[in-house]
């Protein structure tokens, strides 16, 4: 079967057209570097797009939309047409166009720190480009998912990556991929503060960039060397490089490393103390953070700002600039700079003498740093994780290779077979034999290695989970129990949700000589902290109520505070022994029908299904240094004294149920609990449990709980 003439023509008018659409879209990318420009380059392409088939040159377009739409941040579009590209090329068994948009998703997706599908994506990509035997590709992927991990701290995996990366690089000759990924293995070292071989790659990186006139190149390396040296406290040299790299940047128009640069030079005039020369700075990286559209940055330099302005001590500009920094950081979920930003806000609302909004501000960054620490514990069972899967495929390429030197081996046999089939043959059967169990061994070998690491790292997680386990027994061990105060209260009803496996809030009952005690205590930090404190706390309650006989609330919420003060050491003042609790505690007086309230920051609540009345707490709480900053090694509650009517429903509540935010970022706060504490007097006891978790639960939606929360009714 032959094509006429005709056919042939029309086939490479369609080729043509298709070059032709590519070159186009390839001019139009070259000469629009602006921000301007990139956008009406994107408008271009999506207007291309509506006129082309679903052919190959759409899935280039889109895989072409999908890196501009990423280099501006627009990620959530970004990915809609990696996706669309990825779709299209599976449904035109298009592996180039495929492997492409795999890629692009993989960079959207380390940029949104999401490693996991970014890995995948690069995989998935590696595995496809492997296939097509595109080595300048494959090379590609290694360095994507090198810098990954990086990003992780996983630095062995990340070297292996970029040393296979450089490998393929120079094995084609491409001196770009050979000095980008000297410069990838640089910021390695760098980032394990081994700065002199650090600095021996960057230099290595520069000089090959120079020779190519890789102006970028040479710009991202030497501002990583004057990173370096801002570390090492030689800020003239570390200013000298910047400025350096800032001039290459502005040159040839790269606002991404402009930005960078003029955040280091702010950041190393304000470790020097010039502080007018670092807003300088920190403006200018502002203003092109707003231009290019990254949340980020303006997130960070708001920050930046924010800090600079209280070191001068001006604090209207401070609060103006740390208020935005929340803001921005909060709406794109950048929580280190949300917890920096509220770190900074409390120290300059102390300052101002607003004490309450100091704490709440010191509280969502405990919160912020908690939420930190869990996703850092993640990253490194997902790095574990990538290990183990690393080592597999390591074993599984050593065990190819066995089958490949066997296949080799097996070639070479066949020659002596055809000089000599006697001794030929069987020396290719001994050859066989050999090369075959020494594979097995070796498979046998790996695996069992394998095994053992992933047997390790599981007996430690193991171990560590179970003691969580056992510890969260022990917390739920020495709570009272429903029999216990049934005996004296009848109808009672306690919401206890730890936000962890254990908790930092817990509830305490005793009886003596007619007197009811019942506590409510939040201790600080949640889950393992919380948990060890509230050990503490749990012991105190005992000395002071059952061995002392200490009958007065307030009485015992100052003997506490003498306790914690002493055991915890904190006439030391420093800031590994400020622990402390919020506590309300109330002791009903059975014979004369009379209560008595007092607290540390946590109020209570009397209804009698008319009205509400808040028994008020000492601001103060337990332990820690005073709202001034001042030690105490003795602190003065107060108490009030009220009397109990049949019927009445007392309530105590910790703050966790108070401070939790629902998807609009609102508070549930005081004013709905008191509802809330309301609508409870008319429900059967047992029924007000379940309200409670529901009101919890409903209001924060598909958020994370916040804090421990804890609520206690007694109806007499």
């Given amino acids: 079967m032959y094509l006429t003439p005709g056919t042939t023509y029309i086939s490479l008018t369609k ?25 009406h380059v994107i408008d271009s392409l999506k207007n291309v797009l509506k006129t082309e088939k679903d052919d190959t040159n759409k899935v280039f377009t889109l895989n072409i939309l999908s890196v501009r739409l990423s280099e501006k941040s627009d990620y959530d579009s970004s990915l809609f047409y990696s996706n669309s590209a990825k779709k299209l090329s599976e449904s035109l068994n298009y592996k180039k166009g495929l492997a492409k948009a795999l890629l692009n998703s993989g960079m959207v997706y380390a940029r949104q720190n999401n490693y996991t599908r970014a890995l ?84 290595k ?43 290459i940047a502005r040159q040839i128009g790269a606002k991404r490393e402009i930005l960078k640069n003029l955040g280091n030079i702010g950041s190393t005039y304000q470790d020097q103390g010039n502080y007018p020369k670092a807003l300088e700075y920190d403006l200018q990286a502002l203003e092109i953070s707003k231009q290019i559209g990254d949340q980020m940055g303006i997130a960070i330099n708001f920050d930046n700002m924010g800090g600079v302005y209280m070191l001068q001590k001006k604090y209207p500009e401070a609060k103006k600039y740390l208020d935005s920094a929340i803001i921005v950081s909060k709406n ?36 912020y740093q908690a939420s930190l620490a869990a996703e850092a514990n993640s990253k490194k069972a997902i790095q574990s994780e990538m290990n183990y899967e690393f080592e597999q ?64 790292v599981d007996r430690s997680q193991k171990k560590v989970m179970d003691s969580i386990r056992y510890a969260q027994k022990i917390q739920y061990s020495i709570l009272p129990s429903g029999d216990e105060i049934k005996k004296y209260v009848s109808d009672y009803f306690v919401c206890f949700m730890p936000k962890d496996i254990v908790s930092g809030d817990f509830y305490w009952f005793h009886h003596i000589e007619g007197l009811s005690y019942f506590a409510v205590v939040d201790c600080t930090g949640h889950g393992v902290p919380g948990a060890c404190m509230s050990m503490l706390a749990y012991s105190f309650l005992n ?15 100052g003997a506490i505070h003498q306790l914690v003060y002493k055991t915890l050491q904190q006439q030391k003042g420093d800031d590994y022994s400020q622990d402390g609790m919020d506590i309300s505690v109330i002791v009903i007086d059975h014979k004369h029908n009379m209560a008595k309230f007092a607290g540390a920051r946590n109020n209570a609540f009397v209804t009698d299904g008319q009205s509400i009345t808040v028994l008020k707490a000492t601001p103060k709480s337990i332990g820690g240094l005073s709202l001034t900053g001042e030690i105490e090694p003795t602190r003065n509650f107060k108490s009030e004294t009220f009397e109990l009517k049949k019927g009445t429903l007392l309530v105590m509540t910790t703050d966790g149920i108070i401070d939790q935010l629902n998807a609009k970022d609102e508070p549930f706060e005081k004013r709905r609990f008191n509802a809330l504490v ?33 609520v206690m009714g007694i109806k007499v």
């Fill in 393 to 456: 495929r390591q074993a599984a390429e050593k065990v190819e290779q066995d089958k490949k030197d066997l296949l080799a081996q097996q070639d070479r046999k066949k020659q002596i077979i055809i000089r000599d089939f006697s001794i030929g043959g069987f020396a290719m059967m001994f050859a066989l034999a050999f090369f075959i169990f020494r594979g097995y061994t070796q498979k046998r070998k790996d695996n069992v290695i394998i095994k053992s690491q992933k047997e390790a």
């Fill in 332 to 367: 794109t979920g950048i929580k280190d700079v949300t917890e920096d930003a509220y770190y900074q806000l409390s120290a300059l609302d102390s300052v101002l003498g607003d004490f309450k909004a100091s704490r709440e501000d010191l509280k969502m960054y405990f919160n």
């Fill in 678 to 710: 309301q609508s409870l007097y008319n429900l059967p006891v047992t029924e007000s449990k379940n309200t409670v978790e529901t009101a919890a639960i409903e209001w924060k939606g598909a958020l994370p709980q916040l804090d421990d929360i804890l």
């Fill in 543 to 557: 000395e002071v109520v059952v061995e002392k006989r200490t009958t007065d609330p307030a009485g015992i919420l």
């Fill in 15 to 39: 080729a043509l057209k298709g070059l032709m659409a590519k070159a186009i879209i390839c001019l139009l990318i070259l000469f629009c570097n602006n921000s301007f420009a990139q956008t």
């Fill in 120 to 203: 995948e994506c690069d995989q998935r990509s590696l595995d496809l480009y492997k296939q097509l035997g595109g080595k300048i590709d494959i090379a590609a992927n290694y360095g994507n998912m090198g810098i990954i991990c990086t990003d992780q701290g996983n630095y062995t995996l990340a070297l292996d990556y970029d040393f296979k990366a450089l490998a393929l690089y120079r094995e084609i000759g491409d001196k770009k991929g050979i000095a980008t990924n000297i410069g990838n293995i640089g910021l390695i070292y760098q980032n394990q503060d081994e700065f002199d071989k650090a600095l021996e790659y960057y230099n």
């Fill in 205 to 247: 990186a520069i000089q090959i960039q120079e020779e190519i006139g890789d102006k970028e190149g040479v710009a991202i390396n030497t501002g990583n060397m004057g990173n370096i040296y801002q570390s090492q406290h030689n800020y003239a040299k570390a200013i000298e490089y910047d400025l350096k790299a800032l001039e």
